[in-house]
């Protein structure tokens, strides 16, 4: 992972850009070959790595059909309580897709359920990324954590593929990336999401595993990852910016209190 700081809102702006720019004439020059698209994730702290929530509930490695067992267990309940459109999984079909599969299976099976359910807060292997700049960099600035010590934001850039063909070492930890094109939770759209997940082949079984593992692994072809720090102080200037393009707690939300907490920022803001 290549680290910088950059030391304003307004710098960060132009370094996104001059990297979406050397993607773009890379991709040119290569007809697209083997090049995925720029993906950004914003946290409010750059002390913390990237986890996702799953990693955050359990500190244990579990296999990744297990997880949909935990699922299957929150659907009981949920379903109990009132009527769901989730499709019902089936477990058999599922133990089944990850002990055949020698690579990892695309699309992910009920991709459109493991979406739903992360996006309404349950721990979740998929990280969220957005192909927006601008969405990820008010989940930076939004509430940065005052606990480190430069009290700085980070933006996290991710590229799959980077012009070679992606390539790993049986048993070797990877990422897999899930695109946009699936009808779940409405968040999806709103905040342009894409997902990875980080996983590792044992035992003739798909085993989840932290996101830090694969990028351990340092490869120079594939799996790019940039991160971009800069000062909390910077957060006033972006959200005014970020509210001015209609990118706020509402438009990525739209909930009640998601609009009283833009309403509320705005008003104080000018207070």
Request: glycine content about 4%; aromatic content about 12%.
């Amino acid at each position: 992972m290549k680290v910088e700081f950059v030391p304003t809102w307004a710098a960060l702006k132009t370094r996104v850009a001059e990297l979406k720019l050397e993607t773009r004439e890379y991709s040119k020059a290569t007809r697209g070959t083997n090049q995925s698209k720029l993906l950004f994730r914003g946290q409010g702290s750059s002390e913390w790595g990237l986890k996702t929530s799953f990693d955050r509930a359990t500190p244990k490695s579990h296999w990744l059909a297990d997880y949909y067992q935990m699922v299957v267990a929150a659907k009981t309940v949920t379903d109990s309580l009132w009527e769901s459109d989730l499709s019902e999984l089936n477990l058999d079909l599922i133990h089944s897709v990850f002990r055949e599969s020698v690579f990892f299976p695309k699309p992910l099976p009920y991709y459109d359920v493991l979406v739903r359910l992360r996006h309404h807060g349950f721990p979740s292997p998929l990280l969220d990324w957005s192909r927006s700049f601008y969405v990820a960099s008010y989940f930076s600035f939004e509430q940065p954590q005052p606990q480190d010590v430069d009290r700085s934001v980070a933006i996290f850039i991710y590229q799959e593929f980077t012009g070679t063909p992606k390539t790993h070492l049986d048993g070797e930890p990877q990422l897999v990336s899930f695109g946009p094109w699936v009808r779940t939770h409405a968040r999806h759209v709103l905040q342009q999401s894409q997902y990875t997940i980080a996983i590792q082949r044992e035992s003739s079984c798909w085993k989840i595993v932290p996101h830090q593992d694969v990028f351990a692994v340092e490869s120079k072809s594939q799996d790019r990852l940039i991160k971009l720090v800069v000062p909390s102080s910077e957060a006033f200037s972006a959200m005014e910016e970020l509210d001015e393009m209609n990118i706020n707690a509402y438009s990525l939300f739209q909930t009640e209190d998601s609009l009283y907490r833009t309403l509320g920022r705005r008003i104080f803001s000018d207070a």
